[in-house]
Structures are given as structure tokens and as C-alpha cells.
């Protein structure tokens, strides 16, 4: 049945999405930057651990050190970058051209380093199928949605029961009460930067482990999740991730019909429709 | 039976939990100065922001010269006739005082780039007339020494003045000011009040938010009390001012 | 001495571009990433209306400038009407479509091999064949696209747009339609780029889909930052400097292999270098 392949198929790429979905959605929610960079850190992570596997260290080392710089890249590109230029009052046109600056750098010094061409990650385990009657996925694909659907309750629980998640959620919802109620959204935003970072090495890390690694590869996925993320209502974790999943679905089934190389035409077109129709998106926070 | 000039009826507003606008309903007439007061989070500006275009009630509508004004944007309110000024001034601070009335001035040759580019001279020329009219307007409300000044070098009561400029520049009858006098100095705050009916005398109807007493009783031919998102009361000036149960309200106790 | 005429043809286009994408992401203060896209678009209908011998050049030309318009329109009307950060994704969407479609859609673009033998502009029947005929013919349009931006920054259209970048709100209520006008600047923007695309087909005599894609808008958006955002000097110096930068690069030696990275990498340090340390470029005023 190729299509409940698809359908398969298409929810293991959902939840990849679905993480970086809510992780830009962190970012964006709290500190209204549309942090393109992100595809950066995205790429970023991917590269990172195929250094570490080739360098011998273990699989699972190699992931948590992927997340760990991540992490540390994200809290760095907010205290170098961005918070220089809120001190310097940009606007917000400035600081989406700095982001843009910021990840043709990144990729650009990924491409220079490693080259240009698709890199293959040397993992054997991840290529051995796992058959669930006429349906076939491979260790890789199980481990992405794992461990992707495990993010994104991590995250709900982290935002919505501990102190730091309520806080970034209070300075999201109203930084200027935020800033006189001594909330300190500067030092919100470091951790915003640093755990979304975190979060989003994931998907950063699985997804090439089939698909291999590619410098310029992280503005597509990016693209789609905050298409997602802008149709589930921007400042829900969930509306981002559900509509990752959709949309994943919709783009493998459209493979039934169209050639794959359009299937980023159907995302647009989606898009199009929600912007056309629906700019508020499906679950937006009611304020 | 005349329509009545403006007339607000029903309106409501919520902001999330928050009614900022109940049941709200209130007539301007014309030619008069009708002042509106009352305490902060009244709905004053928000009331001001339904009329010209800027936010949508929930519910009611608002009707002027007998014509329905619901679901008009702010550009088709003031080619109605209805301007306003903002409590934060929103002049245009890279630009002189003299482009900040041109700007303002109803449709001008080379509004649109074709134009522009293909009647150079025509635009040109328009230019010239358009900007004699803006200096006419800024001596009106007493600007005219500082047309090539740019905003940010003007006082804070020049500035008010400008905005007043501005919406004068539009053309509309109907101006309704927010708080033209606050933060002014004395010698400023009178000649902002002469101002005021001066406009008056021209024939311009105005809807003024103002919480200086001393300005309400001297301009004021009407006022209106807003609480709570509500008209609560509305009067002579004397009256509304010299009423206690108001003043506790606007005061937190007596004056 | 051809060279010299090569780089300085190139430049004469790409100051048109400049002007474009000044127009769109300087005045009207709408983040573009998607010049690139209406470039190739003009460029490709250019090159298809004279090797299918349809049009003369100057026919194709007006053509190509009508479709961008018209196309830039289409493009910015409806994103328009949500806010500016919804508008990042469409530009970004529109520029990935783009590429996708330039590359796959042989029998119109001849795909990712481009077209190529494209016959030189023909004026009043006279062909332009040698190099310099050409810079000629891309220095008479520079010139004239510069005088038609200098007329609309000092017209009425000009002052309310610079009114609009400072405070859309305060222009509505002085009952200016301000969607009519960021529209109105993106058909314009839409005019140049199809312009510069008809010049550079026939400039070329050879059009593919990497010189329209999202590192060419990049470029573009460099050179109005280095230049400077707003002005006509600032237009016409960025494109002159970064197509010098090249050639300056090609004295430190770097392997050819990571050639192409080094440039765009060295684009995207210029864009966080001048968004840091100055917005207004070179010539220009602070975006």
C-alpha cells in the first residue's frame, strides 16, 4: 500500500519538522526575531556530529555534544548578534538582514570546510528496516520519531510546568510588562536562544542520518516549519507541531501525483491559501 | 428632523477580558467644541480609535451626517471629513514641519510613480501650489518661522501645534483632537486654546479629549464624561465640572 | 579592455537591481528575498521571445518589464495585507518556487542547463554585437532608470513613502492609502529587475538557473546594505564595489573549489559587519 507508506513516511518527517517548528516558535514567540540563523544552527548540528562519529566517538556522545554546542551557538548568536543590536535600537528589517548574514556564514563556512556536495553519515545501524506488515521503516526513522514526539512533550512540560518555561512564556506574552516587572527579557531571551538551539540540533542530527548532510540544505525545512508554525497560531507548541505533521502528510501524498521535486510548491501554495484566509492561524493563544 | 452630526450609538469593545467600551453612544453636534473627560482607561482614545477607522467595535456603529460610517478605513473616514490628532503626536520626525502638512494635503499630482516619473514638470508645479497651501496652514495655527525645521528640533508645543496643522491639512470638519493641550506650558497651552477656536470660527467642528479643567471650562461648549467605557454623564461644562459625584469619580475625591 | 566592459555592463545592471531592491527592502521597508526570482523571470521571457524569434528586442524588453510588474504585484499584494514577518516566509517561499520552477521546467527555461545562445539586442534593426555597443545600451538604461528613481523620491509618491517607513498608522490617518503605495513600490521595484533581466539575458547571450537563485538575492540585498539603503548614490556604488570584490578575492588565492563559499560567506559578513556597525552603508540612510 504505498500510500500508508506515505503516510508513514510522511509522519516521521511530520515530527522532525514538528521540532524544528517549535523551537523556531520558541524563538520567534518570545523575542519577535524571525531568526532565520536557525537553519544555520540547523545544518549546523548535522555537521557537528558527523565530525564526532567519524573522529570514533560513540553515536550517542556524539548527539549530546551536537546539542550541548547547539546550545551554546544559539546563547552566543543572542549576546553577540542580536542583543548588540537591540542595545543599538535596530529595526526589525535590521536584524533580519543580520540573521540572513548570519546563516550564509554558517553555511558558507560549512560548504568551504566540508564541501558542497552531500555528505553520508557512517551509520550502518540506521539503514536496517524495521517491517510492520507491508509497511517498512528503517531504525533511523523510528528513532526520529521517537525521540522528535519525546521533544516536543518535553517541551510542552517544560513550558508549561516549570518556572523558566512560565517566564518565557510571560515575556512572550508581554515583553514591555515583562521588562518593568523585572522579568529581565534580556537574560529570557539567552536561554530561549540556547534551548531552542538545543532543541532543534535533533532533527538536525536525525535527518541527514538518511537523508545525508548538505550545507545549503537547512532553508527548506526551516521555511516549511514556520509555515506550519504560522498556520497552527503562532505561541502554540502544539498548533506548530501538528501542522508539521499535516503538512508533512500532504507533501508525501501530493507525491502520488505530482513529481517530488514540486512538492515545495504544494507547502507554498498552503501557505498561500492560510495567508489568504486565515492569517491567525488554527490555535492561536487567545490573549 | 436633521441627522445628527456625529452620533456614536452602542458601541462596544472588549480587549480580551477587558470591556474597554460599553454600550458607548453620544452626539457631536456641529459647529460646537464638545469636550471629552473622564478618568484614564475611560475608553477615550479607544472611542476616538472606533470613530476614525482604526479598530473595529464588536458591536454598534457610528453614523455621520446621516451616513453609516462601519467598516470604513481611517483613509476613506477622512475623505469623509473626520481627522484625527494622536495622544503621541506620530509626526513624521525625519521630515520638516513644512512636509508634514504637504503630506497630509489631498490627492497631489505624482502621488503615484508613473506619474511622477512622466510629468515631471506637472508634478513639479503642483508641488509649488501644494506647498504655498501648507505654509498657509502651518501660519494659521502660528508655525510658519519654522516650516524648514525639521520635527525634532521643534518644542513640544510647537510640535502639538503641528499636529493640529496636519489634520486641518486634510481638509476634514470634523477633527477630533486627543489631548492638544497636556504637557504644555502656559503661554503654549493659550495659544493652543485660541487656536482652538479660532478653528471654531473657521466652521470646524471639534472632539476634544482634554483632562485640563481650566481648558474645558474656557473652550468647551459641550462636555462629555466617558467612565468605565460608558457615557456617563453629559452637559454644560459648569455643570459637569461643579458636579461632586463626578469629581469623585475623576478625582478620587472631592477637588 | 573587453573585460573591463564586461564588469562594468554587469555592474550597470545590477545597479538597476540595486535601485529594485532599494525600492522594495529600503523604502517600503518590505524584507525581500525574492529579487532574484523576478530578475530570472524577466531575463528568461526576454531570452525566449528572441531565440524563438517571436519579438524584436525591444518589443521582448517592455514585455518582460509589463510581466515583472505585474508579477511583483501579484506577489506583494496579498502579503501585504498581514504583517511584515508573514511576508519573510512568502518571500523566501517565492524565491525557493522560483529556483525549483527555473530548474525543472525544461521545455520553458531549458532547466538546470539554462539557454543558452541568446542573440544579442537588436535596435531599430541594428544588432548589438560587440561589447561595447552593449555597455552602451546598459549605460544609456542605467542612466535612465536612475533619473526615473530620482523623479519618484522627489515626488509627492517619494515623500509619502519615506512618511510610511517612519509611521504607516499617522499616514492613514492623514487619508493616504498606504497599501496603495508599498504596491505601487513594488511594481516599480518589479519594472527595474525586469529590465535588468532582459539586459543580462542579452548581455550574457546565456541565462541558468544559478543566477537567479537565493544567494543572487543575497548579493542584491549586500549591495544595498554596503551601498546604502535609500539613496541613488548608494545605489550605484554597491553594485560597482561588490563585483570588484571578486576579483579582489582572486588575489589571495583561494582554491577554486571554495571559491564560490568565500564569496557568498564574505557577502554574509558584510551584511552583519554593516547591520552592527553601520545601517546606512556606505552612502545611505539607516534602514
Known amino acids: ?287 | ?255 | 579592455m573587453d573585460f573591463l566592459f564586461s564588469y562594468i555592463a554587469l555592474a550597470e545592471i545590477y545597479v538597476l537591481l540595486s535601485l529594485s531592491t532599494n525600492l522594495l527592502v529600503g523604502i517600503a521597508g518590505i524584507f525581500s528575498v525574492s529579487q532574484a526570482a523576478v530578475f530570472g523571470v524577466g531575463a528568461y521571457i526576454v531570452a525566449w521571445f528572441l531565440m524563438n524569434n517571436v519579438l524584436g528586442f525591444v518589443p521582448a524588453f517592455l514585455i518582460a518589464a509589463a510581466g515583472c510588474v505585474v508579477l511583483n504585484i501579484l506577489l506583494t499584494l496579498p502579503a501585504l495585507r498581514v504583517s511584515g514577518d508573514y511576508f519573510v516566509v512568502t518571500s523566501f517561499g517565492i524565491q525557493l518556487l522560483a529556483t525549483a520552477v527555473f530548474t525543472n521546467w525544461t521545455t520553458g527555461t531549458g532547466g538546470a542547463n539554462g539557454l543558452p545562445g541568446i542573440p544579442p539586442p537588436d535596435l531599430f534593426g541594428k544588432a548589438l554585437e560587440s561589447t561595447g555597443q552593449i555597455v552602451t545600451l546598459c549605460s544609456a538604461a542605467m542612466v535612465l532608470s536612475c533619473v526615473a528613481f530620482w523623479l519618484v523620491m522627489r515626488a509627492p509618491f517619494g515623500r509619502m513613502l519615506r512618511a510610511i517607513r517612519e509611521d504607516e498608522l499617522a499616514v492613514a490617518a492623514a487619508g493616504k492609502n498606504v497599501l496603495r503605495a508599498k504596491v505601487s513600490a513594488a511594481a516599480l521595484a518589479g519594472a527595474f529587475a525586469g529590465i535588468a533581466g532582459g539586459l543580462y539575458a542579452t548581455f550574457l547571450s546565456f541565462v541558468d538557473p544559478t543566477s537567479f537563485d537565493l544567494d543572487a538575492s543575497i548579493l542584491m540585498l549586500t549591495m544595498v546594505v554596503v551601498g546604502g539603503a535609500r539613496t541613488l548614490t548608494g545605489s550605484i556604488i554597491g553594485p560597482f564595489l561588490l563585483l570588484a570584490l571578486p576579483q579582489i578575492l582572486t588575489l589571495i588565492e583561494i582554491p577554486t573549489t571554495i571559491a564560490a563559499a568565500a564569496r557568498q560567506l564574505l557577502y554574509g559578513v558584510l551584511l552583519i559587519a554593516f547591520m552592527l556597525f553601520r545601517p546606512q552603508g556606505l552612502a545611505g540612510e539607516k534602514l
Not at chain 1, 160 to 189: C, D, M, W
Not at chain 1, 246 to 265: K, R, T
Request: glycine share 10%.
Open chain 1, 1 to 287: 500500500m504505498l500510500a500508508v507508506q506515505l503516510l508513514v513516511n510522511g509522519f516521521v518527517t511530520g515530527c522532525a519538522l514538528g521540532v524544528v517548528a517549535i523551537s523556531f516558535s520558541l524563538i520567534y514567540a518570545t523575542t519577535k526575531i524571525f531568526h532565520v540563523a536557525h537553519a544555520g544552527i540547523y545544518t549546523l548540528a548535522g555537521y557537528l556530529a558527523w565530525t564526532f562519529v567519524s573522529h570514533g566517538v560513540p553515536d550517542i556522545a556524539a548527539l549530546l555534544l551536537a546539542i550541548a554546542l547547539g546550545a551554546l551557538g544559539g546563547a552566543a548568536i543572542q549576546q553577540f548578534l542580536y542583543a548588540p543590536l537591540e542595545r543599538r535600537k535596530a529595526t526589525h528589517l535590521v536584524v533580519l538582514i543580520a540573521s540572513l548574514g548570519l546563516l550564509a556564514v554558517m553555511q558558507n563556512i560549512i560548504a568551504a570546510v566540508y564541501s558542497a556536495n552531500i555528505l553520508q553519515f557512517p551509520v550502518p545501524w540506521g539503514s536496517r528496516m524495521v517491517a510492520a506488515g507491508s509497511i517498512r521503516l528503517t531504525w533511523t526513522q523510528l528513532l526520529t520519531a521517537v525521540l522528535s514526539l519525546a521533544a516536543y512533550a518535553g517541551t510542552m512540560w517544560f513550558a508549561h510546568r516549570t518556572i523558566l518555561g512560565k517566564r518565557i512564556r510571560a515575556v512572550a506574552s508581554n515583553p514591555f510588562l515583562a521588562e518593568i516587572t523585572r522579568l529581565q527579557p534580556q537574560a529570557v531571551y539567552i536561554y530561549v536562544l540556547a534551548i531552542a538551539s538545543a532543541i532543534v540540533c535533533l532533527p538536525g542530527v536525525l535527518v541527514p542520518l538518511d537523508l545525508g548532510l548538505q550545507p545549503y540544505g537547512g532553508i527548506t525545512p526551516l521555511l516549511t516549519a514556520t509555515i506550519a508554525m504560522i498556520a497552527g497560531g503562532v505561541g502554540s507548541i502544539s498548533g506548530a507541531f501538528a501542522l508539521s505533521v499535516l503538512i508533512a502528510e500532504l507533501q508525501n501524498l501530493s507525491l502520488l501525483v505530482i513529481p517530488g521535486e514540486w512538492s515545495i510548491g504544494i507547502t507554498f501554495f498552503i501557505f498561500v491559501i492560510f495567508m489568504l484566509f486565515r492569517p491567525t492561524g488554527l490555535f492561536t493563544k487567545a490573549r
Open chain 2, 1 to 255: 428632523m436633521n441627522a445628527p452630526y456625529l452620533q456614536a450609538s452602542g458601541i462596544e469593545v472588549s480587549f480580551g477580558g477587558l470591556r474597554a467600551l460599553q454600550d458607548c453612544g453620544f452626539t457631536v453636534d456641529q459647529g460646537r467644541i464638545t469636550c471629552l473627560v473622564g478618568p484614564n482607561g475611560a475608553g477615550k482614545t479607544t472611542i476616538f480609535n472606533v470613530i476614525t477607522g482604526f479598530l473595529r467595535p464588536d458591536s454598534g456603529s457610528v453614523s455621520f451626517r446621516g451616513k453609516s460610517l462601519d467598516g470604513l478605513k481611517p483613509q476613506a473616514i477622512v475623505d469623509a471629513g473626520i481627522a484625527r490628532t494622536f495622544q503621541n503626536l506620530r509626526l513624521f520626525v525625519d521630515l520638516t514641519a513644512l512636509d508634514n502638512v504637504v503630506v497630509a494635503l489631498p490627492s497631489q499630482a505624482g502621488e503615484e510613480p508613473v506619474g511622477a516619473i512622466f510629468r515631471p514638470l506637472h508634478v513639479a508645479a503642483t508641488q509649488k501650489r501644494k506647498r504655498q497651501e501648507a505654509m498657509e496652514i502651518l501660519a494659521h495655527v502660528g508655525l510658519e518661522a519654522r516650516a524648514k525645521d525639521f520635527v525634532r528640533n521643534l518644542s513640544y508645543g510647537e510640535q502639538k501645534l503641528l499636529t493640529v496643522a496636519r489634520v486641518l491639512a486634510t481638509g476634514a470638519e470634523l477633527l477630533l483632537l486627543d489631548e492638544p493641550a497636556s504637557g504644555l506650558s502656559a503661554g503654549a497651552l493659550d495659544a493652543v486654546m485660541a487656536l482652538l477656536r479660532r478653528l471654531q470660527a473657521d466652521g470646524k467642528t471639534l472632539l476634544v479629549v482634554e483632562h485640563n479643567t481650566r481648558v474645558v471650562q474656557q473652550i468647551a461648549d459641550d462636555v462629555l464624561f466617558l467612565h468605565q467605557g460608558h457615557l456617563m454623564a453629559q452637559g454644560a461644562p459648569a455643570e459637569i465640572i461643579s458636579d461632586p459625584a463626578l469629581a469623585e469619580i475623576y478625582f478620587g475625591g472631592a477637588i
